[in-house]
T-cell receptor, first 113, second 113 residues
Framework: DTGVSQDPRHKITKRGQNVTFRCDPI?????LYWYRQTLGQGPEFLTY????????KSRLLSDRFSAERPKGSFSTLEIQRTEQGDSAMYLC???????????FGPGTRLTVT | GQQLNQSPQSMFIQEGEDVSMNCTSS?????WLWYKQDPGEGPVLLIA?????ELTSNGRLTAQFGITRKDSFLNISASIPSDVGIYFC?????????????FGKGTKLSVIP
């Protein structure tokens, strides 16, 4: 399967714990995006990378959130000191350098208890 | 900020019927994307539209880029049970050089066999 992959698919954590998610984009894609989706809503943009450079960050990305893409391939999204409001589906997408067509992974469902 | 309004919010149709849904915005979009999301999965790109007035098909799906550039429409012909899911429209945020996508809240489609 050469699509976008995400790991883990599900994560249950206690409030206050740190969690880290991984995304592996489609191999030829330079751009990688993170979105968050809550029930009944469309995905909301968090941040995006072009190669290893983080070029945009949403105001939704509080200082407890950090994303990296160290070698311009896979990316990680870390949430520190999780809160119940962080419970959501975290989606990763990737795209070619040109154009707006983004291809999504299956998501990581985070539940904070 | 930019908002995309999708209607209807949900619809129940009989298998074999045609479906129409739309997406409107108060802002001009230069690209419209339509995605389908199954429960617990990431959105899957169905159709991308890049030119006002453009009509694009993908199998039984047809999407149109509105002439005003403030709306788009998605039609599904001869619906089948696997068409069940949530359909999202999306477009790139208008900020200069931005590649983040803004999503609507989705149209939930249920197909009655």
């Amino acid at each position: 399967d050469t699509g976008v992959s995400q790991d883990p698919r599900h994560k249950i954590t206690k409030r206050g714990q740190n969690v880290t998610f991984r995304c592996d984009p489609i191999s030829e894609h330079n751009r990688l995006y993170w979105y968050r989706q809550t029930l009944g809503q469309g995905p909301e943009f968090l941040t995006y990378f072009q190669n290893e450079a983080q070029l945009e960050k949403s105001r939704l990305l509080s200082d407890r959130f950090s994303a990296e893409r160290p070698k311009g391939s896979f990316s990680t999204l870390e949430i520190q000191r999780t809160e119940q409001g962080d419970s959501a589906m975290y989606l990763c997408a990737s795209s070619f350098n040109e154009g707006y067509e983004q291809y999504f992974g299956p998501g990581t469902r985070l539940t904070v208890t | 900020g930019q908002q995309l309004n999708q209607s209807p919010q949900s619809m129940f149709i009989q298998e074999g019927e045609d479906v129409s849904m739309n997406c409107t915005s108060s802002s001009i979009f230069n690209t419209w994307l339509w995605y389908k999301q199954d429960p617990g999965e990431g959105p899957v790109l169905l159709i991308a539209l890049y030119k006002a007035g453009e009509l694009t098909s993908n199998g039984r799906l047809t999407a149109q880029f509105g002439i005003t550039r403030k709306d788009s429409f998605l039609n599904i012909s001869a619906s089948i049970p696997s068409d069940v899911g949530i359909y999202f429209c999306a477009g790139p945020y208008s900020g200069a050089g931005s590649y983040q996508l803004t999503f609507g809240k989705g149209t939930k489609l249920s197909v009655i066999p």
